[in-house]
Nanobody, 122 residues
Framework: QVQLVESGGGLVQPGGSLRLSCAAS????????MGWYRQAPGKQRELVAH???????NYADSVKGRFTISRDNAKNTVYLQMNSLKPEDTAVYYC????????????????WGQGTQVTVSS
């Protein structure tokens, strides 16, 4: 019923930038919260950044000042602009969205993307 499709990951040198995108599609009535999480090898999945429908944001301390989350409600899409990347940012990045659907019950429902690899290395 709902898909979250991520794009924009890849290999980048330390100090470089990447922009991740995540587009939601399906029988969506409204998306409440959207966020980005990451999971490095051998570590637990952690919150990177989160944004509400109204645009309020919060970030992990480790990415504050370097990453920016934004969303386009008309396109059901969330973005993560990552600047000044460090090797410790290497991880699989997952998109998350909490939403109401055009079904009964309407929700809320929680969905995850398939993940996109970000590797920061020289």
């Amino acid at each position: 019923q709902v898909q979250l499709v991520e794009s924009g990951g890849g290999l980048v040198q330390p100090g470089g930038s990447l922009r991740l995108s995540c587009a939601a599609s399906g029988s969506i009535l409204s998306i409440y919260h959207m966020g980005w999480y990451r999971q490095a090898p051998g570590k637990q999945r952690e919150l990177v950044a989160h944004i509400t429908h109204g645009g309020s944001t919060n970030y992990a301390d480790s990415v504050k000042g370097r990453f920016t989350i934004s969303r386009d409600n008309a396109k059901n899409t969330v973005y993560l602009q990552m600047n000044s990347l460090k090797p410790e940012d290497t991880a699989v990045y997952y998109c998350n969205a909490v939403m109401a659907l055009n079904i009964v019950p309407r929700g809320p429902y929680n969905y995850w993307g398939q993940g996109t690899q970000v590797t920061v290395s020289s």
